[in-house]
């Protein structure tokens, strides 16, 4: 065996004792407290991102703050997209992998961890960039004490993540390709917009918004 398969073996054996699982859409998905519990809502993001990709250029899928990997999962389910998932925390990236398993989906899916600004090459593009980042206020994130602080933590605005992972998608996003970003509110929408009117004319410009139970989605195309 493999010493990074035997180390990742290793992981998941000292983590199954804590692991939940629980139906996303048709996956079941497994995760544990040191991962964000998926939010039945997020799915709606999941069959959005399906149908863009129906009318999206070839090429892969990227998602950015991917947690255990079931949006995205969900997304390239039934498809031939190659699907990369980043995610800062080792423990969502051993259960993005496990799920991708799990749905019969391992060999086109590849878990990368760390920061999605040290983990993607230059070269790469991708056909849909898929963004879950952290929107929740600093100062709110108490209100929240189940949820793992690095997965809600969104900095004094709730947007410090969201607009790493916008610059992120500009520079990874193919011509003809969209993103599709989570966020909280209507305020951060409006702080969205306004970021957006200071990119060059080659940017990314909001072509939709959908509000969701608990949560709001936005569409951004380049311009």
Do not use: K
């Not at 073996?9 to 040191?34: C, K, V, Y």
């Amino acid at each position: 065996m493999a010493a990074a398969t035997a180390g990742y073996l290793l992981r998941m054996t000292t983590i199954d004792h804590a692991a939940e699982t629980m139906g996303f859409g048709p996956l079941r998905i497994s995760f544990d407290g040191r991962v964000l519990r998926p939010r039945p809502w997020t799915a709606a993001q999941s069959q959005w991102a399906a149908e863009i990709l129906g009318d999206a250029p070839a090429g892969p899928v990227l998602e950015l703050c991917a947690g255990a990997g079931q949006i995205g999962l969900l997304a390239v389910a039934g498809s031939a997209r190659r699907l990369v998932c980043v995610d800062l925390n080792p423990a969502a990236c051993d259960y993005a992998r496990r799920n991708a398993a799990d749905a019969g989906l391992a060999e086109q899916v590849e878990v990368r961890e760390g920061s999605m600004d040290e983990v993607l090459r230059d070269s790469e593009r991708f056909a849909l960039v898929i963004a879950d980042p952290p929107w929740v206020r600093r100062e709110e994130i108490g209100r929240f004490p189940e949820d793992p602080v690095l997965a809600i933590d969104g900095g004094p605005d709730g947007m410090e993540v969201a607009w790493l992972c916008v610059d992120t998608a500009h520079d990874h996003l193919m011509r003809g390709g969209s993103v599709l970003l989570q966020l909280g509110t209507v305020e951060q929408v409006d702080l969205l917009r306004d970021r957006l009117r200071e990119q060059p004319d080659d940017g990314l410009v909001i072509s939709e918004v959908r509000w969701c139970e608990r949560g709001v989605l936005v569409r951004l195309d380049r311009a």
